[in-house]
């Protein structure tokens, strides 16, 4: 009857290991190359692809950041003005030529009218609307546009919302015409080549224990509680991290929840990785 006594430890001891070896998973790493990144060229690689640029260029105000994309000011003429055909003419004229240096895909096909966005928060609270649906609203509203139209800057932008077919967040070109002050300034850029994951790693069930448990630990709120306001979705998302970019491709896990309209939560996990890569509360 001796060995009975040892029995209760015994079987606590299997109980501990059995829960232990459920939980461990044994996950395949990330596919080699992931995720893309983006860091600052070395000096040799620079001057090089300067040399090219250069052969190109004929602004003096433009050059090359330290990641080889093209950023600086194009001097503008006194009579220049704004209206939809000088802006889509411009912006056709610097893709056409830069778009080497702008990280635009050789297939990427433009609608410009289309995909020339503006900020115009009287349309959009924080938000964008395109440089077609802007000037159609002048000939709407052409007693208010006068009022309407001083409160709007005149800055730009393309947004690549896609590569290789897949959604991504966060790379676009800004255009800002300052014709008062003469120029007109180039920032930011795309990225032609991205390491895409034929599968994912962690599943969307994954995703959203993490998120739970990183609103948890944020701000101490349970999303199970309003779980069927969630939705999730895979989407690439620019990161930053020091001095590089890296795009990752991330279950973003959100919510809409009444009296608020948008969503008033995001949590990105990494598909490959299980870390939570963003985090966005606006509630």
Same mark, same amino acid.
């Given at each position: 009857?001796?060995?009975?006594k040892h029995?209760p430890l015994f079987?606590?001891?299997?109980?501990?290991?059995?829960?232990?070896?459920?939980?461990?998973?044994v996950?395949?790493?990330p596919e080699?190359?992931?995720?893309?990144?983006?860091?600052?060229?070395?000096?040799?690689?620079?001057?090089?692809?300067?040399?090219k640029?250069?052969?190109?260029?004929?602004?003096d105000?433009?050059?090359?950041n330290?990641?080889?994309?093209?950023t600086?000011?194009?001097?503008t003429?006194?009579?220049d003005s704004i209206?939809?055909?000088?802006v889509?003419?411009k912006?056709?004229s610097?893709?056409?030529?830069?778009r =080497? *240096?702008?990280?635009i895909?050789?297939?990427e096909?433009? $609608?410009?009218e289309?995909?020339?966005?503006? @900020?115009? /928060?009287?349309?959009?609270?924080?938000g964008?609307?395109?440089?077609?649906?802007?000037?159609?609203?002048?000939?709407?509203f052409?007693?208010?546009?006068?009022?309407?139209?001083?409160?709007?800057?005149y800055?730009?932008?393309?947004v690549?919302?896609?590569?290789?077919?897949?959604?991504?967040?966060?790379?676009?070109?800004?255009? =800002? *015409?300052?014709?008062?002050?003469?120029?007109?300034?180039? $920032?930011?850029n795309?990225?032609p080549?991205? @390491?895409? /994951?034929?599968?994912v790693i962690?599943?969307?069930?994954?995703?959203?224990?993490?998120?739970?448990?990183?609103?948890?630990?944020?701000?101490?709120?349970?999303?199970?509680?309003t779980?069927?306001?969630?939705?999730?979705h895979?989407?690439?998302l620019?990161?930053k991290?020091?001095n590089?970019?890296?795009?990752?491709?991330?279950w973003?896990?959100?919510?809409?929840?009444?009296?608020?309209?948008g969503?008033?939560?995001?949590?990105?996990?990494?598909?490959?990785?299980?870390?939570?890569a963003?985090?966005?509360?606006?509630?």
């Amino acid at each position: 009857m001796k060995p009975l006594k040892h029995l209760p430890l015994f079987l606590i001891t299997l109980l501990i290991f059995s829960n232990c070896k459920e939980e461990t998973i044994v996950r395949p790493l990330p596919e080699s190359g992931y995720p893309s990144s983006y860091t600052p060229l070395s000096n040799s690689a620079w001057i090089d692809l300067k040399s090219k640029f250069d052969n190109i260029n004929f602004y003096d105000g433009l050059s090359l950041n330290e990641y080889g994309f093209v950023t600086g000011k194009v001097q503008t003429n006194p009579d220049d003005s704004i209206s939809k055909e000088f802006v889509i003419s411009k912006i056709d004229s610097f893709i056409t030529k830069y778009r =080497d *240096f702008m990280g635009i895909p050789e297939d990427e096909i433009f $609608t410009l009218e289309n995909q020339i966005l503006i @900020k115009a /928060p009287y349309l959009i609270p924080g938000g964008r609307t395109s440089i077609g649906s802007f000037y159609d609203d002048k000939e709407m509203f052409p007693e208010s546009w006068e009022q309407m139209i001083k409160n709007v800057k005149y800055k730009f932008y393309l947004v690549q919302n896609r590569i290789n077919g897949k959604y991504i967040s966060g790379p676009e070109l800004a255009f =800002d *015409f300052k014709l008062e002050e003469g120029y007109i300034e180039i $920032t930011g850029n795309w990225f032609p080549e991205v @390491k895409i /994951p034929a599968d994912v790693i962690y599943s969307e069930d994954e995703a959203f224990r993490i998120a739970r448990n990183e609103v948890l630990k944020r701000n101490g709120r349970d999303i199970w509680e309003t779980k069927y306001n969630f939705h999730s979705h895979i989407i690439l998302l620019k990161i930053k991290q020091g001095n590089s970019y890296e795009i990752r491709d991330c279950w973003c896990v959100n919510t809409v929840e009444l009296p608020y309209t948008g969503y008033t939560i995001a949590v990105y996990v990494d598909t490959q990785t299980g870390e939570v890569a963003q985090y966005i509360d606006k509630s």
